[in-house]
């Protein structure tokens, strides 16, 4: 069974930075995928970033250039560095595990995931 625990989210001002972290455990499968999403109040989920286990990263156009996607397999960890943020940033964000078949197209259609974190809480103030 497939663990996902997020954390790292915080309330900053517009234009700083945040790293949220997403311990993974419980997995062998080599062939997956990772991502994190997003949910503010009142708006649906939306996909922000994934990479495949192969190293082919997907971005959605609203934070390329500002937000990284990374992983270290070493500590069964993936990472979301937010630079530049932004009021609309202001989310629940959410790591997503895909235990088959690496990232599928559409990337970010959420019932591909089969395994999700509770979220942790990114609030940006302008």
């Known amino acids: 069974q497939v663990q996902l625990v997020e954390s790292g989210g915080g309330s900053v001002q517009a234009g700083g930075s945040l790293r949220l972290s997403c311990a993974v455990s419980g997995y062998t499968y080599s062939n997956y995928c990772m991502g994190w999403f997003r949910q503010a109040p009142g708006n649906d989920r939306e996909g922000v970033t994934a990479?495949?286990?192969?190293?082919?990263?997907t971005y959605a156009d609203s934070v390329k250039g500002r937000f990284t996607i990374s992983k270290d397999n070493a500590k069964n960890t993936l990472y979301l560095q937010m630079n530049s943020l932004k009021p609309d940033d202001t989310a629940m964000y959410y790591c997503?595990?895909?235990?088959?078949?690496?990232?599928?197209?559409?990337?970010?259609?959420?019932?591909?995931?089969?395994?999700w974190g509770r979220g942790t809480q990114v609030t940006v103030s302008s």
């Open positions: 997503a595990f895909r235990s088959h078949g690496g990232c599928i197209i559409p990337t970010f259609w959420s019932p591909a995931y089969n395994y």
């Open positions: 990479v495949d286990s192969d190293g082919t990263i």
